[in-house]
């Protein structure tokens, strides 16, 4: 987790806004670190998180976190962290086994026609079977709201998903855990009948244990 960007985004572990739908893209530079920063923030704030990691292992994932501070497998452990591995998940549908005990999530692989309802349906279940939070018996902890964590979804139009069935996977994946819409470091705020919106842009440069944020043109040494 960055502190710098928490007070650049005006959240913390403590304090985060509910229902926000946050897409991250990236133009000449990689902003993969986005993604571990929300993964240790939502863990952090004892948020019960589905991590659908389509282009890295569960390993990769983990060995981030724990510069972070962050231990995925003590999430995992503990039910608050819900991780399917798509490279696993993917070999079990391409070469299956006689003991294939992985889910049906990828099945779309063996024909991307169909589209993503088998990956949606393994979204929905989840939540709707915890409502969110982990209810406290025998010992167990309870969790704050829930949160979906999707990298990469543009890996899945390179699989053969059609655009419509990745817009229509993120429309209900959106309506069944999310109700606003934001991209790009922007807060939409009413002024009378209408609306303003609100943009920062910031250069970065990352760091083996962190992040360092600019004002665009202020700093030339940026990634």
């Known amino acids: ?22 897409l991250v893209s990236d133009r000449q530079s990689d902003a993969s670190f986005l993604i571990h920063h929300f993964l240790s923030l939502y863990l952090r704030a ?14 990769h994932y983990s060995a981030v976190s ?22 696993k998940e993917s070999l079990s549908v391409l070469i299956p086994q006689e003991t294939n005990t992985g889910s049906q999530a990828m099945d779309f692989l063996r024909d991307p026609a169909v589209g993503l309802k088998s990956l949606y349906e393994f979204v929905r279940s989840g939540v709707s079977s915890s409502g969110g939070r982990e209810e ?14 999707v990298d990469d979804i543009s890996v899945l139009l390179s699989l053969g998903v059609s655009v419509g069935a990745v817009l229509d996977f993120s429309h209900y994946c959106r ?45 030339s040494a940026v990634l």
């Open 175 to 219: 309506a069944t855990v999310c109700s606003q819409l934001k991209v790009e470091v922007c807060w939409r705020r009413r002024q009378g009948d209408g609306q303003y919106t609100q943009k920062k842009l910031f250069q970065y440069k990352v760091h083996d244990k962190g992040a360092s944020f600019f004002a665009r043109g202020t700093s």
């Open 1 to 22: 987790m960055f502190p710098e960007l928490n007070s650049i985004l005006n959240t913390t572990p403590e304090s985060f806004t509910q229902g926000e739908f946050i």
């Open 136 to 149: 406290e018996t025998d010992g167990a902890e309870e969790w704050g709201p829930p949160v979906l964590l």
């Open 66 to 87: 724990q510069r972070l501070g962050v231990s995925l497998a003590q999430a995992k452990e503990k039910g608050q962290l819900v991780f399917l591995e798509g490279l």
């Open 46 to 59: 004892r948020c019960k998180v589905w991590f659908l990691g389509l282009v890295q292992s569960l390993n």
